[in-house]
């Protein structure tokens, strides 16, 4: 059973803007922080945004201002909007789940890759 599902991943021009979409089973989007991390070649993943399930956001300072955490309810989705985007954002994205009182997340997407380019 997939428990989150990612979208929207693919080629951006520098300063150009996209949108990541994860679907989440119902339990999942109602009790679990859901966030975005992202893993750059040859580096470490790191969080890149996450939102609680009391829509507290939090983010990365190197996209603060660039991207923005929205939900969609009745569609138990998240969705990462990515606006400027630099090169260095290029990587797989993976949306997370982190339960209430997980210091990490407990389930991992598949990912998703994003290339900015020009």
């Known amino acids: 059973q997939v428990q989150l599902m990612e979208s929207g991943g693919g080629l951006v021009q520098p300063g150009g803007s996209l949108t990541l979409s994860c679907a989440a089973s119902?339990?999942?989007?109602?009790?679990?922080?859901i966030g975005w991390y992202r893993q750059a070649p040859g580096k470490e993943r790191e969080l890149v945004a996450e939102?609680?399930?009391?829509?507290?956001?939090t983010y990365a300072d190197s996209v603060k201002g660039r991207f923005a955490l929205s939900t969609d309810n009745a569609k138990n989705t998240v969705y990462l909007r990515m606006n400027n985007v630099k090169p260095e954002d290029t990587g797989v994205y993976y949306c997370?789940?982190?339960?209430?009182?997980?210091?990490?997340?407990?389930?991992w997407g598949q990912g998703t890759p994003v290339t900015v380019s020009s």
């Open positions: 997370t789940s982190r339960g209430p009182l997980s210091m990490r997340p407990d389930i």
């Open positions: 119902r339990l999942i989007f109602r009790v679990a922080n």
């Open positions: 939102i609680g399930s009391g829509s507290s956001t």
